[in-house]
Nanobody, 127 residues
Framework: QVQLVESGGGLVQAGGSLRLSCAASGRTFSSYVMGWFRQAPGKEREFVAA????????YYADSVKGRFTISRDNAKNTVYLQMNSLKPEDTAVYYC????????????????????WGQGTQVTVSS
């Protein structure tokens, strides 16, 4: 079992920045691929970013590439999402998730491949 707790959400103006954190407890954090997803009202949960177990390779959704950066600190059992140049369309509840499957461009984007989820943190970007 892995417990995930997100923090760092809030209200920000367009063009601003936020840094989300996700603290993990339970089984060995470094054995999991970590991902960030988001869900806006009335929409399906969508992939944002993922990072490999080592913290090296990463993947991003096209909509956030160049603006968001995912990173992890395995010594602190924490994964981060640095969000810059925020847009109103980034408004959503952001979730971190963990999976112990392989790290592939297709697999990391699938909601169903993740085994553990946090409770989410709200990000609101005003225009």
């Amino acid at each position: 079992q892995v417990q995930l707790v997100e923090s760092g959400g809030g209200l920000v103006q367009a063009g601003g920045s936020l840094r989300l954190s996700c603290a993990a407890s339970g089984r060995t954090f470094s054995s999991y691929v970590m991902g960030w997803f988001r869900q806006a009202p009335g929409k399906e949960r969508e992939f944002v970013a993922a990072i490999s177990r080592s913290g090296g390779p990463t993947y991003y959704a096209d909509s956030v590439k160049g603006r968001f950066t995912i990173s992890r600190d395995n010594a602190k059992n924490t994964v981060y999402l640095q969000m810059n140049s925020l847009k109103p369309e980034d408004t959503a509840v952001y979730y971190c998730a963990a999976n112990d499957a392989g790290f592939s461009r297709v697999g990391v984007r699938r909601v169903k491949d993740y085994d553990y989820w946090g409770q989410g943190t709200q990000v609101t970007v005003s225009s």
